[in-house]
């Protein structure tokens, strides 16, 4: 998780998104194109469970389109903005 980026989402939850993260060892951009694609060479079964168990609901979606610049949340915020 980014020190000092501002959380929208509960720690606990931004931890379990964190942990997924380093097990994908994808880029958020290329997470979002591997999943668009249906790409099983980058994204494996594991991977894409772990992801659906991870998705915003609609009320955590407004909240991260209401902030200004994503660019400043935490890496976890930033993966619901992706997806």
């Known amino acids: 998780m980014d020190l ?7 720690d606990t939850e931004s931890v ?3 942990i997924m993260l380093s097990r994908i060892k994808l880029e958020l951009p290329h997470i979002r194109l591997a999943i668009m694609e249906l790409d099983d060479d980058k ?4 991977n894409l469970k772990a992801i659906s168990r991870q998705l ?6 407004e909240r991260i ?3 200004e610049d994503v660019s400043k949340l935490s ?3 930033r993966y619901f903005d992706e997806v």
Do not use: R
């Open 4 to 10: 000092y980026s501002p959380l929208i989402f509960y």
């Open 16 to 18: 379990g998104v964190a």
């Open 43 to 46: 994204l494996t079964l594991d």
């Open 56 to 61: 915003p609901s609609n009320d955590e979606m």
């Open 65 to 67: 389109k209401s902030f």
């Open 75 to 77: 890496k976890a915020d």
